[in-house]
């Protein structure tokens, strides 16, 4: 008897921690859609841990979305390697179903890359890396235009 009742417990809790890591997915979150949680949620995206900000207007509704790199819940923006980023800009194009245009701005040393999508725009903004072992540092959003 005790041995089942610790196999309950623990499938009743793994069944708990599956339904809360679920809600933990990027595509969990759209422009439009109305939100039913926090506003700031930790998460790995393409491999990139972070932490993607969520803006909402007076209905609760999510009008725009950024996503910094971050290794302690949003506190302090962490860097990343130039394959990091390669990753993370394919998955975006597929996710988005377009290719980027990109611009250079060689004041700020920064790549803006942008596409629309369902009257959105997305944009990453990448700092220029040195060579290919370097990092640098990258923002992502997404906002309805």
């Known amino acids: 008897m005790n041995e089942t009742l610790k196999i309950i417990t623990l ?8 339904l809360y890591s679920s809600a933990q997915e990027f595509e969990d979150y759209r422009i439009g859609d109305k939100l039913e949680g926090k506003d700031m949620v930790n998460m790995d995206i393409a491999g990139v841990p972070g932490t993607l900000f969520i ?6 509704l999510i009008s725009s979305m950024g996503f910094v790199p971050s290794r302690d819940g949003g506190n302090n923006p962490a860097q990343v390697h130039k394959g990091e980023f390669i990753r993370f800009k394919t998955f975006m194009e597929q996710y988005y179903q377009g290719g980027f245009e990109r611009t250079i701005d060689n004041a700020q040393q920064k790549q803006h890359y942008k596409l629309k999508y369902n009257g959105c725009n997305v944009v990453i903004t990448i700092g220029e890396f040195e060579d290919d072992f370097s990092t640098s540092s990258l923002v992502f959003m997404i906002n309805k235009i």
């Open 55 to 60: 803006y909402t207007n007076k209905k609760k």
């Open 11 to 18: 499938l009743t809790s793994l069944f708990f921690f599956s």
